[in-house]
Structures are given as C-alpha cells and as structure tokens.
C-alpha cells in the first residue's frame, strides 16, 4: 500500500482503556495506542486516521464516508458491537477497501455471546488477544 489513509475506528467503551478492566484490556490509553499507530503509519509510509465513538450511527456514517474520502483499509475494534451490529456489518459490506477486525482480549476465551462477530462476515482479517500490539500487526499487515 503506498501512501494511503488507513482508518483506525474504535467501538464503544474504548475511551476508558487504561482504567477500565485493565487486567483484561491493558494499561495502553486509547490516546496511547492512536499515538503509536500514527507514528508507525509515518514510518510504514501511510496516514492513519484514529477516531472512537459510543455511538453505532456515528461508527457507520464514518464508514460510510471512508467509501469516498481516500481511506483504502479500516481497521476495526468495534467493541461490543461486534456482536450486536448488522448495521455495521452492512457499511463495511459497502467499503471497497481491507479491513482488519481488532480485539484487546482473547474473545473465545471469554463469555459465550462474545464468541460471535457480525464484522468477521466482512473482515478480511481478524486479529484477537494480543492486546494493543494487534492494532500495530493489522496495520503492518494491510502496509504488507
């Protein structure tokens, strides 16, 4: 990929990385994670676009314009709404570009309604367990 955009979204409850359940999330902030991105993004050759959002309209009217502002990958942590969101599922079905699925925790090693991701059907990767360093492998990897 040469000198592309690459959307980092970020689902809900994500804003309290570093506080919230840091034994099963981490330490890293969000502001941590999107820091190291844009900065390995400038050394890979490509610009990364970080945003977060609570809200499923906001996550999808962002995919959405992802379909025509120069964004070519997106790489996704949609939260909980993994495992809820048709609505995200069909934006990202509407995206003609990479997308790479991002989980902190190991979601098979969790609770069983989280063992089921709507975004799986689209990805055309899915990186889970390995913390903030899955953000850095999808990014190295859409670059590759």
């Known amino acids: ?5 690459v959307l980092v979204l970020h689902g809900p409850n994500l804003n309290l990385l570093g506080s919230r359940e840091p034994e099963i999330y981490g330490h890293q902030t969000l502001d941590d994670i999107n820091e190291s991105l ?3 993004g400038a050394e890979l050759g490509v610009s990364v676009n970080a945003q977060q959002s609570n ?3 906001v996550l999808i009217d962002t995919i959405q314009a992802a379909r025509t502002d120069g964004t070519k990958a997106i790489i996704i942590n949609p939260g909980a709404f993994t495992h809820t969101s ?4 069909d934006a990202l079905n509407a995206f003609a ?5 991002v989980h902190l925790s190991n979601v098979h090693k969790r609770e069983a309604f989280r063992h089921h991701s709507y975004v799986s059907q689209r990805a055309d990767g899915v990186i889970v367990g390995l913390g903030a360093r899955g953000y850095e492998l999808a990014l190295r990897a859409l670059v590759a």
């Open 97 to 101: 570009g990479q997308v790479i699925e």
């Open 86 to 89: 048709v609505a995200i599922l």
């Open 1 to 5: 990929m040469s000198k592309h955009q």
């Open 55 to 57: 809200h499923e309209g």
């Open 38 to 40: 844009v900065n390995l």
